[in-house]
């Protein structure tokens, strides 16, 4: 609860955490003005792919800023170096530090759609079950990119090069990664589909995409293709919490496994 007040205190000091959840706030109340005017059976489905596709641009940006600025922001103050030093090791300080930031954040945008969730309710042909897949695409969302910025803040030594990163991993995510995988798909076979499917899914941004337009029902799984079959091998619920696993616990150890080489060569 320490960390959780402490890093309450520092977040809402700062602009970044209220512009970044007043943009989401302000496009989201533009989306859901824009979902009332569809036909009444698929304005909710279609509001909630709307504010997934927001996601896609704002939310990772938004969480590798924030995470990596509060591991930065305890460097730049020396608590970092004192709490090391004299208390505990950095992995215990990175794990509190990642349940305080990853709880306020969560906090505050699960409150937000909740809050939303009653305008939902009165406009919108609201399907509790399609909200709460929702709600888990946004918190799976938030707990990669947080674990990716922290990775950000303990690799960089100044916020330059933290800001620099975080561009370049957006840009990997939004665009490149699916260049990539673009430029590959016409020499995709039945041999090689294996392989292209755990690279295809080890973008969380397909992943995520998966799970919520299967979940609302805007995409099916029934009648695919043998090529689809084999590309969707698991369910996509089991992609997500992959997904979710294997970027945490990477990342996790790869910014223990960077602050210990930087601790060598200082």
């Given at each position: 609860m320490t960390y959780i007040w402490k890093e309450w205190l520092e977040q809402t000091r700062s602009k970044g955490l209220w512009f970044g959840i007043g943009i989401v706030m302000l496009m989201s109340v533009f989306i859901f003005m824009e979902a009332k005017n569809s036909p009444m059976e698929h304005n909710f489905q279609a509001f909630l792919i709307?504010?997934?596709?927001?996601?896609?641009?704002?939310?990772?940006?938004?969480?590798?800023?924030?995470a990596s600025f509060a591991v930065m922001q305890?460097?730049?103050l020396k608590t970092l170096m004192m709490i090391?030093?004299?208390?505990?090791?950095?992995r215990t300080f990175l794990f509190k530090k990642a349940i305080a930031v990853n709880t306020i954040i969560l906090g505050l945008f699960i409150g937000w759609y909740f809050l939303l969730a009653i305008t939902m309710k009165l406009f919108l042909s609201?399907?509790?079950?399609?909200?709460?897949?929702?709600?888990l695409t946004v918190i799976v969302f938030i707990l990669i990119f947080n674990q990716i910025g922290f990775f950000i803040g303990t690799l960089c030594s100044n916020r330059m090069q933290a800001v620099g990163l975080i561009v370049f991993v957006w840009?990997?995510?939004?665009?490149l990664f699916d260049l990539v995988l673009l430029y590959q798909l016409?020499?995709?076979?039945?041999?090689?589909?294996?392989?292209?499917?755990?690279?295809?899914?080890?973008?969380?941004?397909?992943?995520?995409?998966?799970?919520?337009?299967?979940?609302?029902?805007?995409f099916s799984l029934e009648y695919m293709s043998s090529l689809m079959d084999r590309l969707i091998w698991l369910s996509p619920a089991s992609f997500?919490?992959?997904?979710?696993?294997?970027?945490i616990v990477v990342f996790f150890e790869l910014a223990i496994w960077s602050k210990r080489k930087g601790l060598r060569h200082d």
């Open positions: 709307s504010l997934h596709e927001m996601h896609v641009f704002l939310l990772p940006l938004l969480c590798l800023f924030l305890e460097k730049e090391v030093t004299k208390k505990e090791s950095y609201f399907e509790v079950g399609e909200f709460l897949a929702f709600l840009f990997l995510f939004i665009f016409p020499g995709v076979t039945h041999e090689n589909i294996f392989l292209f499917s755990i690279v295809f899914f080890l973008q969380p941004l397909n992943t995520l995409r998966l799970y919520l337009e299967t979940s609302v029902g805007v997500l919490m992959l997904n979710l696993l294997l970027f």
